[in-house]
T-cell receptor
């Protein structure tokens, strides 16, 4: 009965490859997010979707493309992976925009070699 | 940029109260104070939030000063499982597009 689940937990790939990370929430929330935590442990928001519509895009390279097939899912596709993309990516959800606490998944550790 | 200031690290003895301070001197009237924690290798976990009144739940208490420029998170009986990085965040409420901006947090080490 995990609230926010991400797959895979670990992802190791080579530069130039394309990869996807999936996220699903079973909380009935309207808003979903992607956060990136770099090696210095800073957590930064990347995207926010509300009812499948993009709300926030925080100057993320266009190699990163979020896709929300329905409000319970927000997947992250990354093209032409670079070494600097290595990080832990967290998916989160909240009841609505600016409403209530965020619930986070346990992260996907991406390593680009 | 994060709008809060926290000490980088703190120690606490197991079983004692852990008091984690946070300074948010530029907080606006419609901004809430949120606290999250991140245990190693896990996603951030919501703890508590408040606007101006003190709040308590099963995890912690939140004390907000009258001028709202600072707050303290209190874990009344810290356990080893409370060792984590604790983040204090200010965020507009009520349907705005505000999102969480995490700072560096306070690394709390609970020691036996």
């Amino acid at each position: 009965d995990t609230a926010v689940s991400q797959t895979p937990k670990y992802l190791v790939t080579q530069m130039g490859n394309d990869k996807s990370i999936k996220c699903e929430q079973n909380l009935g929330h309207d808003t979903m997010y992607w956060y990136k935590q770099d090696s210095k442990k800073f957590l930064k928001i990347m995207f926010s979707y509300n009812n499948k519509e993009l709300i926030i895009n925080e100057t993320v390279p266009n190699r990163f493309s979020p896709k929300s097939p329905d409000k319970a899912h927000l997947n992250l596709h990354i093209n032409s992976l670079e070494l600097g993309d290595s990080a832990v990516y967290f998916c989160a959800s909240s009841p609505g925009q600016g409403l209530g606490p965020l619930h986070f998944g346990n992260g996907t550790r991406l390593t680009v070699t | 940029d994060a709008k809060t200031t926290q000490p980088p690290s703190m120690d606490c003895a197991e079983g004692r109260a852990a008091n984690l301070p946070c300074n948010h001197s530029t907080i606006s009237g419609n901004e809430y104070v949120y606290w999250y924690r991140q245990i190693h290798s896990q996603g951030p976990q919501y703890i508590i939030h408040g606007l101006k009144n003190n709040e308590t739940n099963e995890m912690a208490s939140l004390i907000i000063t009258e001028d709202r420029k600072s707050s303290t998170l209190i874990l009344p009986h810290a356990t080893l499982r409370d060792t984590a990085v604790y983040y204090c965040i200010v965020r507009p409420g009520g349907g705005s597009q505000g999102n969480l901006i995490f700072g560096k947090g306070t690394k709390l080490s609970v020691k036996p």
